[in-house]
């Protein structure tokens, strides 16, 4: 019988679920994070997790807070269970599993309550995951929208935000009017430079209502940049039923992930900040070339293998991987097109980067699925695969394996697969996209005048030809010959 987790239970689990080791009662809340999700239990909530352990940097507890319909029902579940949650890291040699307990409340998902939550003076550190499509970035000028209908509507009504960038501005203002020193807001999401992001779009919505707080922020708000890492599939019922049958807990939200982790922060911290070097994190003064590392390596392999591998019918990422075909492909295009456009980092080698990331998107326990990874496209093409395009093509290397990642997103977005069967969407662009991946059928360069996605790139005549080469042969020939010839060169 599985027993339900709350804090009353930790005492009945085996001596093999690790438990929090510190006394949470006497945790205080330093760290409002804005986007409690899986990634986040499974990576910051856990570095904390080991840091409280040792017996250090107890008052950097966390409170989440949420602003979307969704975060309401992740706190009811978490209230339950005392904001415990149980973390399977899925390693092929055995699964392990600890209830991470370093997050201690989670306000209710209102603006008015989580502006009070910021403005308190105990919080020091503003974080948030909330995907890469959350900053408000226009992908014609690569700089913030201002035209964004919540843009707008948080811009009339400074006092009403509704948007994460809206509740900071009035918190930091509240806080500055009271005396009190300004939090440090810190993006844990997957976007190059994503302090520098986040920057951006709060001094750009400031500045529409009152361009001298706007100066004000800038002079005197911390938003350091760091990158993060960490394979965490969506939890699903496969997941839950894990945890019960193998672990004995009942968790409505249990995170299951790989065992590697990595995180790579500027030291800008300017209140102060948990000491989670002690803990395996990296401070560096530059963190810019780790995160291209990551999100071209990493992320935009993801991005390479979830095409193909959804139009030639896999489920699961492990899979796709075992087909020689897709691992090929991905272990050329990185080597061909992606590694040669990064910079040098001493001490790190692209090379056993590569292999490592090979190695993990193999881990046929972590259950990662293809469906996750081909999600938010029109999002994610932007951040992972079309910067890499615009260096390579700067640098006048060829692209025609970038075009053919396009491509194979472009075939994917027409919503069926070579076997006929439908692709049920996961964009929430998908009316538009399909549309014009239907329209490039006859006119490849249709789908690259959706300016919203490529910015300018249509006008770029080496990357509009090798697109409509690649998409007329997967038309043509299919996905696997068309790879196949890649492949060979």
């Given amino acids: 019988m599985a027993i339900e987790l709350n804090t009353s239970a930790l005492a009945q689990l085996p001596d093999t679920i690790g438990t929090p080791s510190y006394d949470r009662s006497a945790l205080t809340a330093g760290i409002l994070h804005v986007g409690i999700g899986n990634f986040h239990r499974a990576h910051m909530a856990v570095y904390l997790d080991r840091l409280f352990a040792l017996g250090e940097s107890h008052d950097w507890a966390l409170c989440g807070a949420g602003v979307r319909a969704g975060d309401a029902t992740m706190r009811d579940r978490l209230a339950k269970q005392d904001w415990l949650t149980t973390v399977v890291e899925l390693d092929p040699s055995g699964l392990t599993a600890q209830v991470v307990g370093s997050m201690i409340d989670f306000v209710e998902v209102d603006p008015a309550i989580t502006i009070a939550k910021m403005a308190d003076p105990a919080i020091k550190i503003v974080s948030t995951t909330i995907t890469e499509g959350g900053y408000y970035v226009d992908a014609l000028t690569d700089g913030f929208d201002t035209k964004h209908p919540d843009i707008v509507a948080d811009a009339a009504n400074p006092d009403a935000p509704k948007t994460v960038f809206g509740m900071v501005i009035k918190a930091l203002r ?150 020689p075909l897709i691992s090929e492909w991905l272990d050329t295009l990185e080597q061909r097109e992606i590694i040669p456009t990064l910079t040098p980092i001493e001490g790190v080698d692209y090379q056993a980067y590569r292999e490592k990331i090979i190695e993990r998107f193999s881990n046929p326990e972590v259950g990662d699925t293809i469906p996750r990874l081909c999600l938010d496209g029109s999002n994610r093409q932007p951040k992972f695969i079309l910067p890499t395009l615009r260096d390579a093509l700067a640098a006048g290397a060829d692209v025609y394996g970038l075009a053919l990642e396009v491509a194979l997103w472009c075939r994917y977005c027409a919503q069926v697969d070579e076997a006929g069967n439908e692709i049920a969407p996961n964009d929430d662009n998908h009316v538009v996209l399909k549309s014009l991946a239907d329209e490039a059928k006859g006119r490849p360069a249709a789908f690259l005048e959706n300016t919203a996605v490529f910015g300018d790139l249509a006008q770029n005549v080496v990357f509009v030809a090798a697109f409509g080469k690649a998409l007329n042969s997967l038309y043509d020939n299919g996905v696997k010959a068309t790879l196949t010839a890649y492949i060979k060169g």
């Fill in 174 to 323: 509240i806080r500055r009017d009271a005396g009190l020193a300004p939090f440090t807001f810190m993006s844990c999401d997957n976007l190059p430079e994503n302090g520098h992001v986040a920057k951006r779009t709060v001094i750009g919505l400031a500045r529409l209502s009152d361009p001298d707080f706007a100066d004000w922020i800038s002079a005197n708000v911390a938003f350091p940049n760091s990158m993060v890492d960490c394979i965490t599939p969506a939890t699903s019922d496969r997941e839950r039923a894990m945890v019960a049958d193998k672990f004995g807990i009942t968790d409505a939200v249990p995170v299951a992930c790989e065992p590697f982790r990595q995180w790579v922060l500027e030291d800008n911290f300017p209140q102060g900040r948990p000491a989670l070097e002690k803990v395996g994190a990296e401070f560096v003064e530059d963190v810019a070339k780790y995160e291209l590392m990551k999100l071209r390596i990493l992320n935009g392999g993801h991005a390479a293998i979830a095409y193909p591998s959804a139009l030639i019918g896999h489920h699961f990422v492990h899979d796709a991987m075992a087909e």
